[in-house]
């Protein structure tokens, strides 16, 4: 299984021009994101992942989906929101992955991922926001910056946490790795699908996987990209990420992740 998933993920950049990925097996300590995961009432099961983005982020999040399938989970692409207003905005759904790039402005950040989770540690929504103001102009619009930004958000959105946060050290081949080798930390290692495994190895009651009506009100709503006030409190910083930690209604916290400009 592995073994495809890396021949895909090569064949996938290969297509879009670009340098096949070695999947390395390099054994960290575990790095799942407190545990969190989406609930599943059976395996495997297919996790929606609507995207709102412009045309040139299609091949990178098609590399990144099926980088990250493992044997209890998939993406599946779903119609996103048309591009204009509610791209920017980035609803929060119940039960999907949204995943949205706009020009949100030069406030030093390349990407974030928000997660919602349940008093279990079940994941019920996550958005992803790709930077376009930095991200298309001079010196951050290139094709292994763009891969690297959108694996590490959609990591995070399934439950992983970052493999190693020492800068300088050799890469660990992995996107949740900070890295300044960023050509070498394009996609998912090993390790990151043993903890995967580990974290999913068992069924729930209840699932929060699934398309509903009902937007989670829960988002970023400042007209602020950043949302300052809305992700809550600042909890832990360092030069490459900023971790927001803000309690909800119904015993809900969101968390989210805001990748720095370097
Ligand atoms: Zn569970
Ligand atoms: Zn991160």
Request: hydrophobic residues 35%; glycine residues 6%.
């Amino acid at each position: 299984m592995k073994k495809i998933i890396a021949l895909l993920f090569a064949v996938l950049l290969a297509s879009c021009g670009e340098a096949p990925v070695q999947v390395s097996s390099i054994t960290q300590p575990s790095h799942s994101w407190g545990d969190y995961h989406w609930a599943r009432t059976e395996v495997p099961t297919i996790l929606p992942v609507m995207t709102s983005i412009a045309p040139y982020w299609d091949a990178h999040i098609a590399v990144t989906t099926s980088a990250w399938t493992f044997s209890a989970l998939s993406f599946s692409p779903e119609p996103g929101e048309p591009l204009g207003r509610n791209k920017r905005k980035c609803t929060k759904l119940s039960g999907v992955v949204h995943v949205c790039s706009a020009e949100y402005g030069r406030n030093n950040w390349l990407g974030l991922a928000s997660i919602t989770i349940d008093n279990n540690s079940h994941i019920t929504s996550a958005v992803v926001k790709l930077n376009d103001s930095y991200l298309t102009s001079p010196p951050y619009d290139f094709p292994e910056l763009k891969q690297h930004v959108a694996c590490h958000e959609l990591g995070h959105t399934i439950g992983l946490d970052h493999n190693d946060e020492i800068f300088d050290n050799e890469p660990t081949g992995t996107c949740m790795d900070y890295s300044n080798h960023i050509a070498e930390d394009l996609g998912p290692n090993e390790h990151d699908f043993e903890v995967l495994e580990e974290v999913y190895s068992h069924i729930d009651p209840y699932t929060t996987i699934g398309i509903t009506e009902e937007p989670e009100q829960t988002g970023c709503k400042g007209r602020n990209p950043k949302c300052n006030g809305n992700l809550g409190q600042l909890v832990r910083s360092n030069k490459q990420e900023e971790m927001w930690i803000k309690d909800l209604p119904d015993n809900k916290s969101l968390r989210t992740y805001i990748l720095l400009v370097q």
